[in-house]
């Protein structure tokens, strides 16, 4: 396990399945009542986020979007936590609203250190990495 | 490293739940995006335009505006609010459930709060008008290039973070609101002339595309722009570019004197705007189902042109022409005759909403003209064909009901 550590945004504890990609994200186009994402030509498009933790630059898209990570925690599929190179208004907005652990600028990079499929433990500012 | 962020006694209440939970609630998330950005400290608000459509809100985002409500939420600033996601006066009695229930109880819900009934994304025809150099939360991405470069007051392109500001009466001081942020990046040459909010529309998504994130600064115009071209433009800016601001050098307050030091300028000429135009069409066959035009929502003298233009002519039979636009000017053109003619030609006047945020969309497959570069742009995602062009193009497809 190697520990990673960035700046809490939204401070909490959450663990998942590491999503990963060098794409920003819409959550303005994530499907709320399934967490299947349909942002065009996105990786992880026709994917669910739920329960995931997600790893992308930063968000992109409609100012909607924090009310769209509301309604995705309401269904019950909201992203387990969040981890952004640099997070965007839209998404602090909506981590907030809805509760989810938020955290940025993560040293050492975690685009190299997380792959998907990694199982990942966020504690506050830190990220623990298991393979 | 993160900049201690410093809260004086006043916000460091509101963050301890001293003043209720909705204080406390829009505190955390200011605190939040301060941290984010850097921010040394909170400033206030003159103002705040909020966002509140049932399509992007939803029964959650109603749960939490009723909440504000029930737990003695209040807006402590000024607030105008945007676009529905129908429109009141044409809200039928089986709308009290289902979606239309969730978007009048948000409406409710944000009235109560003290929000002002305006329903418009073009604001600056109807209400408050910031003051240069003073700093706002205004919700609505078109509107935040106006704020900054047309007016030279101050706005991030706001998301529920304006909830915040309008409860608390503070933002976070990053971006837009440092004056070093909204300086020019990019230089535009402009080398044709323009006339009319079409011409600006089409001006805006070329601009937006050829800035990216970085500011533009435009040269080259051969006077100032009317209000309708100046919202036109920001909209069509806004949709293709995330910028929150723009310069044009000689117009708008916070110009630099000339391109010099923004290196090798973008040249827009008459061919570049006509490739943007036409980038804007997608749809081949000749019929149009939809006719959208006023996005932004339209000026009284855009209803009225609309109403010139369509003269002694009927809409199309299996066409739906519709004219967007808040019910102050809806109830403006009333008064000038306009709003019975339009109705007499088989145009629908419709108030507080438009076709992209509406609960009535346009049909996959089907086809939609407008002249609005914002709407086209955002159809494009979606299964329904555009046809883009001006106004008097948009007026000739919906009295025939086929492009030309």
Redesign the interface.
């Known amino acids: 396990m190697t520990t990673l550590r960035g700046?809490a945004?939204?401070t909490g504890t959450a663990e998942g399945e590491a999503l990963v990609c060098r794409e920003n994200l819409a959550f303005?186009l994530v499907d709320?009542r399934t967490g299947i994402v349909k942002q065009?030509g996105h990786p992880w498009h026709g994917r669910s986020i739920a329960g995931k933790v997600l790893v992308f630059p930063t968000g992109?898209g409609?100012?909607?979007?924090?009310?769209?990570l509301?309604?995705l925690?309401?269904e019950g599929h909201a992203p387990a936590a969040i981890l952004n190179a640099?997070?965007?208004?839209?998404v602090?907005?909506?981590?907030?609203?809805a509760d989810i652990p938020?955290v940025?600028r993560i040293e050492p990079d975690p685009f190299d250190r997380i792959q998907p499929g990694d199982r990942v433990r966020v504690r506050g500012a830190d990220v623990d990495v298991t393979r | 490293m993160t900049a201690a962020l410093a809260l004086d006694p006043a916000q460091q209440a509101m963050l301890d739940g001293r003043n209720g939970w909705p204080q406390q609630i829009a505190m955390r998330l200011l605190v939040a995006v301060a941290r984010a950005f850097d921010a040394p400290r909170l400033i206030p608000v003159a103002s705040v335009h909020l966002s509140l459509s049932g399509v992007s809100v939803g029964e959650p985002g109603r749960r939490l505006f009723e909440d504000l409500v029930a737990r003695g939420g209040r807006f402590v600033v000024p607030t105008t609010l945007n676009v529905l996601s129908l429109d009141r006066s044409a809200a039928a009695p089986g709308d009290a459930s289902g979606p239309p229930a969730t978007q009048l109880a948000i409406a409710a819900a944000c009235e109560s709060l003290g929000g002002r009934p305006t329903y418009s994304c073009n604001p600056f025809l109807l209400d408050i008008v910031p003051a240069r150099g003073e700093s706002v939360a205004w919700n609505e991405s078109a509107t935040a290039p106006y704020v900054n470069g047309v007016l030279g007051a101050r706005t991030n392109r706001e998301g529920a973070t304006a909830l915040a500001s309008a409860l608390t009466g503070f933002t976070a001081e990053y971006g837009m609101h440092v004056a070093s942020a909204r300086r020019g990046g990019v230089a535009i040459e402009v080398d044709t002339p323009l006339d009319g909010a079409d011409a600006f529309a089409v001006l805006g998504g070329a601009v937006g595309r050829a800035c990216g994130a970085r500011i533009p600064v435009v040269a080259g115009l051969r006077r100032t722009p009317t209000l309708d071209e100046f919202t036109a433009f920001c909209a069509a800016l806004a949709a293709v570019s995330p910028v929150a601001m723009f310069h044009m050098v000689g117009i708008t307050p916070e110009a630099p004197a000339s391109l010099d030091r923004l290196g090798t300028a973008v040249r827009l000429d008459a061919r570049a705007l006509a490739a943007e135009t036409a980038r804007h069409s997608t749809a081949t066959g000749e019929r149009v189902d939809l006719v959208a035009v006023g996005c932004p929502h339209a000026s009284l003298e855009q209803v009225h042109e609309v109403a010139a233009l369509v003269g002694d002519a009927h809409v199309a039979d299996g066409t739906r022409f519709v004219v967007q636009t808040s019910m102050f000017i809806a109830e403006a053109a009333a008064r000038s005759g306009a709003a019975a003619r339009l109705r007499a030609a088989g145009v629908e006047l419709s108030a507080d909403t438009c076709v992209h945020i509406a609960y009535r969309q346009a049909p996959p497959g089907s086809t939609m003209a407008t002249n609005s570069l914002k709407i086209a742009y955002l159809t494009g995602s979606h299964d329904v064909g555009v046809r883009f062009g001006t106004l008097a193009q948009c007026v000739a497809a919906g009295v025939t009901g086929v492009w030309r």
Do not use: E, K, R, T
């Not at chain 1, 409609?62 to 769209?68: E, F, L, R, T, V």
């Not at chain 1, 640099?86 to 839209?90: G, I, L, M, R, S």
């Open positions: 700046i945004i939204v303005s709320p065009p992109q409609s100012s909607s979007g924090s009310y769209w509301l309604n925690g309401h640099q997070c965007d208004a839209v602090v907005a909506g981590a907030v609203l938020l940025h």
